[in-house]
């Protein structure tokens, strides 16, 4: 067997822009710790010489406080908490703030692996290829349990929920291969739900892509669409018993018996999977659940195609 004694990596790669400002915090609350734990043990063992009892009988100096020591030792870890504090909701920020600019991929966990598919259509199973350079939006849900879509190098790691939608972005900087890993406990072959990560250069991503048979997920969508006869009712221009759905997404609708909603992703998969929850104020609960029929992916093939429609569909063609 070939073990090297000195290839045991404590931290793994750094290979997204995130890695480097999250160990940087991780860094710094570890010196802390690590210089607050280290005086006090010093402290401690100076004190228990300095102070020991020299005689028997012997009775220590009462002590009445001391404002100046109180006051240091409230005012000092009150500084280190905060800049700690504002330092990890920077960090935060930059990690659930996805760049505008961002290339949509899905990702579905299911016992026990993961389905993902990228924006060209091109699909994988426990496999995520990905150029160097570009940022990078995972859309994810499950099929089954709660799992945990994890890549180490790239230091994210976001859970993964049945009936929901999260999201995670990354943007890789080093070509290689790395871990996949569920970190979320779901099952018997939960330490199985594992894969790899393959970063290339754009180049050599470009030529893998093209060496997979792929339909776009809102090609694929629009298929999906006429077979479930959505066209049925949702008719351009307001004119069948649903409403159009062209360039709904991210509005903010009035709902049957007050209140609103914005139609973001969660809002349109929750409309298709339970479409009387969210009823948009003048349409009549006609449509029927979709829940159970429709595998996760088809869901979000749909949600890309509803997505890519146009908020007022040509003139031409719908006029009879
Ligand atoms: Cu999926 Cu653990």
Redesign the pocket.
């Given at each position: 067997m070939n073990f090297d004694l000195f290839d045991f990596p404590i931290f793994p790669e750094q290979a997204s822009t995130l890695a480097s400002s999250v160990d940087a915090l991780y860094f710094f609350a570890l010196a802390i710790s690590a210089f607050f734990s280290l005086l006090i043990a010093v402290v401690l063992f100076i004190f228990f010489v300095k102070y020991r009892r020299q005689r028997t009988g012997e009775v220590g100096e009462p002590i009445h406080g001391s404002l100046a020591l109180e006051v240091t030792w409230s005012i000092i870890p009150l500084i280190i908490t905060m800049v700690l504090f504002g330092w990890g909701a920077k960090v935060f920020l930059e990690i659930v703030t996805p760049p505008e600019n961002a290339r949509e991929y899905f990702a579905t966990?299911k016992?026990?692996m993961w389905k993902i598919q990228h924006p060209e259509g091109n699909r994988e199973i426990n496999e995520l290829h990905v150029p160097t350079g570009v940022p990078i939006k995972m859309t994810l849900t499950s099929e089954d349990?709660?799992?945990?879509f994890y890549i180490p190098a790239f230091r994210v790691k976001r859970d993964?929920l049945p009936g929901r939608y999260t999201t995670l972005w990354f943007e890789a900087t080093k070509p290689g291969t790395y871990h996949l890993f569920?970190?979320?406990?779901?099952?018997a072959e939960?330490?199985q739900?594992i894969g790899k990560v393959v970063v290339m250069e754009p180049d050599d991503y470009q030529t893998w892509l093209a060496g997979g048979k792929a339909k776009s997920p809102i090609a694929a969508g629009e298929e999906l669409f006429a077979q479930y006869a959505c066209t049925t009712c949702h008719l351009e221009k307001g004119s069948g018993r649903g409403p159009w759905l062209g360039g709904i997404a991210g509005e903010t609708v009035a709902l049957v018996g007050g209140g609103s909603a914005v139609r973001d992703d969660n809002y349109l998969r929750e409309s298709i999977m339970l479409p009387t929850a969210k009823l948009v104020a003048g349409y009549d609960p006609l449509m029927p659940t979709f829940q159970g029929q429709i595998s996760e992916e088809g869901v979000m093939q749909l949600i890309a195609y509803i997505k890519s429609l146009d908020s007022e569909p040509s003139a031409e063609g719908s006029e009879d």
């Open positions: 966990g016992q026990w349990v709660i799992h945990s993964v569920c970190a979320e406990y779901c099952g939960h330490s739900m």
